[in-house]
């Protein structure tokens, strides 16, 4: 998208998601994680919410309001939350409730996560298993969109790879699914990782989701840093362009030093020299890239390639690189 000045391309704010550094967050970590956030660059911070009572929704608008920071909020669906499973339905809906409440508390207007079964739960499903999943899954939304529209924020679902979902993979069937829900309550959550294992052409999934496209998350291929992955980011870009998407770009990643959300993403190994660099390293490519967009300027810069990162982390990068092949 062009203004006509060589210029192209929406300059939006950045965030980062707590998982980078710790989970569960809790309140203790909020100071620490906001400064070190804005000293990054960062504008906004993800707290997820993965178990009620971890941290204080009233505290944590109070810090980030003395950071400058502003926040977004993103669920957890481990083992325990699933709006399929009837033994599991009513408390899954009332955790949802209270993520639309945190929301507000902190002044969130979304609530991402994939929000149909517990996170890892897989089974082979035929035509007609689909549809009558389907069919119970918007029973269970609704009264919780409805719940959320009344306060004037969207629960934006979250298609995984077929490794964490066997129920929405991909867009297409997000927007098949959802489509009686969509507007009312309800929105998409794009996350550039599992973009790129489930859509053939990830910037032609953001097109189609259009609209409904609500929250976009990003990292590198990897799980790593944003930038000196495969991914075309100026495809990526363009594709968010072409919607007319002007919320934040979030970087969601995880820290392998942890027993529960590192084992449900798979972080078996660093994705980076450390966890700072990998913020950093996030940050400072998604700035310049913007900018350079915005501007106009020539380059490749994201079409893959090298890492924005150099010195110590291009050293570390092609060291892992060696050892991986030995």
Excluded at 3 to 29: A, F, K, M, Y
Excluded at 256 to 267: G, K, L, M, P, Q
Excluded at 297 to 323: L, M, P
């Amino acid at each position: 998208m062009t203004d006509g000045s060589g210029s192209t391309g929406i300059v939006r704010e950045i965030g980062v998601n707590t998982w980078v550094w710790t989970s569960p967050l809790t309140t203790q970590h909020l100071g620490d994680l906001a400064d070190r956030a804005r000293g990054f660059g960062f504008g906004l911070l993800e707290l997820p919410v993965e178990n009620p009572g971890d941290w204080d929704p009233a505290t944590a608008a109070e810090v980030l309001a003395g950071s400058g920071m502003g926040a977004r909020i993103v669920g957890a669906m481990g083992p325990g939350r699933d709006l399929i499973d009837p033994l599991y339905r009513a408390d899954t809906q009332d955790y949802l409730r209270h993520c639309v409440d945190v929301a507000l508390a902190v002044g969130s207007p979304t609530v991402a996560g994939p929000f149909t079964a517990a996170t890892g739960r897989v089974w082979r499903m035929d035509a007609g298993e689909r549809g009558r999943v389907v069919e119970t899954l918007l029973e269970a939304l609704r009264p919780v969109a409805d719940y959320a529209a009344e306060r004037s924020v969207t629960l934006a679902v979250e298609p995984l790879n077929r490794y964490e979902t066997s129920i929405i993979n991909t867009v297409d069937q997000a927007l098949e699914a959802l489509d009686p829900l969509l507007e009312r309550g309800i929105g998409l959550a794009l996350d550039s990782y599992h973009l790129n294992i489930e859509e053939r052409s990830p910037a032609a999934a953001i097109r189609a989701a259009g609209d409904h496209c609500k929250v976009v998350q990003v990292c590198g291929n990897d799980r790593g840093p944003v930038g000196g992955d495969h991914t075309d980011w100026d495809a990526f870009f363009d594709a968010l362009d072409d919607i007319a998407y002007a919320g934040p770009l979030t970087v969601e990643s995880f820290t392998a030093d942890n027993d529960t959300i590192a084992v449900a993403a798979s972080i078996w190994r660093p994705l980076a020299p450390s966890q700072d660099e990998l913020a950093r390293a996030s940050a400072e490519f998604l700035t310049d890239h913007q900018r350079r967009r915005a501007s106009g300027a020539d380059g490749d810069s994201g079409k893959g390639g090298d890492s924005v990162t150099d010195g110590d982390s291009a050293d570390w990068a092609a060291k892992r690189t060696a050892k991986e092949h030995q």
